[in-house]
């Protein structure tokens, strides 16, 4: 099965009647809305209607059988998702094997789907920081511990249950509604959280506060990485390590992101007071001659305590030629080396292209802070991908590799 992706549904309503329905970055309850006299006098009919055309269209993108992808006739959907449907009762019982798998997925992510069209439904400020940071294990820590999010969240779920009324779909209740803003935040909060927690899946990293700046080397970095610095969000991993952070982005692809041209080697953009970034728009080995193998003083900077690949994709063999003179430069300078994967699919491919380069692998499976907004696959319907979904870590230490 296949579907049409450049334009997301969900996403281009929000981007519409984000200034009427968040004018100032907070959801308003839909009687506030509709006193605002830009929507004109039928503004109540046109928001139902603007919402159940998103909702056609939603289902539209995957209305080709999900076995054979025929177009015609396809009038059997899945009773426990109804989030994929088939053209002959043949096709649906040859998916059931693999659908099964992932039918709750599917399930929630048409939750999901709606949900995303609310733009700004649980404000993510520095505000909702609290504490003082340290270890994140999961994200019943994050959200409960850390922050307040899960209040907020709890909150904000009888207004998003209101906005609903207006999609024309049997509401699936707060509760639902609850755990879906949480995936949804939860995809926001993922990458800066696996940055800060990444180093505890190696077995010498200690897990104590110091004032030693950390240095964080993140390879094929791109736009959620830059989004993440221009943002300040990058402040949570160093919250969460507990000390100061560098992170270094490197990446040819960072040529495209020109706020980050002036983030050099020798004079880091100050994020905050506890981070630093520092961006070099190449290939990771030109950075690590010009700035960390070179003698001369003035472009030398610090050696990183470990690189992270942030869905390097190193599961094809096309990319994994790209990112082999990377993999021998970490090992051959003894730097830990993690990296994430969208499915498990992808997860057990990297592991078997990584298997003959010798690598010590002392951290594999599941991230328990991946991103919990699951999505079905655009070209595969039994296959599902979230950011930072599984985890790789290599530890090229001597000390690791003389046990070997």
Not at 51 to 65: G, Q
Not at 173 to 185: P, T, Y
Not at 359 to 371: A, I, Q, T
């Amino acid at each position: 099965m296949s579907f049409e992706i450049s334009e997301y549904p969900p996403r281009t309503f929000s981007d519409k009647y984000q200034k009427y329905l968040a004018p100032h970055g907070v959801l308003l309850p839909p009687h506030q809305v509709l006193k605002n006299k830009k929507l004109g006098d039928r503004a109540e009919e046109a928001l139902r209607k603007a919402f159940k055309i998103t909702v056609k269209k939603l289902k539209k993108m995957k209305s080709a059988c999900a076995n054979c992808d025929k177009t015609d006739g396809v009038d059997l959907e899945c009773e426990g998702c109804r989030g994929v449907r088939y053209c002959s009762v043949e096709c649906k019982e040859a998916r059931l094997p693999t659908h099964s798998l992932i039918c709750h997925h599917i399930k929630n992510e048409a939750v999901d789907q709606v949900v995303e069209c609310l733009p700004s439904p649980v404000p993510l400020g520095r505000e909702v920081l609290r504490g003082k940071g340290g270890y994140v294990g999961d994200w019943e820590a994050w959200f409960t511990r850390h922050t307040t999010l899960g209040d907020s969240i709890a909150s904000v779920a009888p207004l998003v249950s209101q906005w609903w009324g207006y999609t024309g779909l049997p509401n699936p209740g707060e509760e639902a509604l609850k755990a879906s803003l949480q995936r949804i935040v939860s995809n926001v909060f993922s990458t800066v959280l696996t940055i800060g927690h990444c180093p505890s899946w190696f077995p010498d990293y200690q897990q104590t506060s110091t004032d030693r700046e950390f240095h964080i080397h993140l390879l094929g970095a791109d736009e959620p990485e830059v989004g993440a610095v221009t943002s300040g969000i990058i402040q949570v991993s160093s919250r969460v390590l507990g000390r100061p952070l560098v992170v270094t982005l490197v990446a040819p692809d960072l040529t495209k992101h020109p706020v980050t041209f002036s983030w050099a080697p020798t004079s880091p953009y100050q994020v905050t007071p506890s981070v630093k970034a520092v961006a070099y728009p190449g290939l990771y080995h030109d950075f690590w001659r010009e700035h960390i193998a070179t003698s001369d003083p003035k472009a030398k900077v610090q050696r990183p305590d470990i690189a992270l690949a942030i869905h390097p994709g190193v599961h094809t063999s096309d990319m994994l030629t790209l990112w082999r003179p990377t993999l021998q430069l970490l090992a051959l300078e003894q730097v830990p080396l993690t990296m994430t994967t969208y499915n498990e699919a992808e997860f057990e491919e990297t592991l078997e292209k990584l298997a003959p380069l010798g690598l010590k692998v002392v951290h594999k499976g599941l991230n328990p802070l991946r991103s919990l907004h699951a999505k079905q696959t655009p070209y595969e319907p039994d296959h599902i991908w979230a950011a930072n979904s599984y985890a790789i870590a290599i530890d090229n230490t001597r000390s690791s590799r003389a046990g070997t």
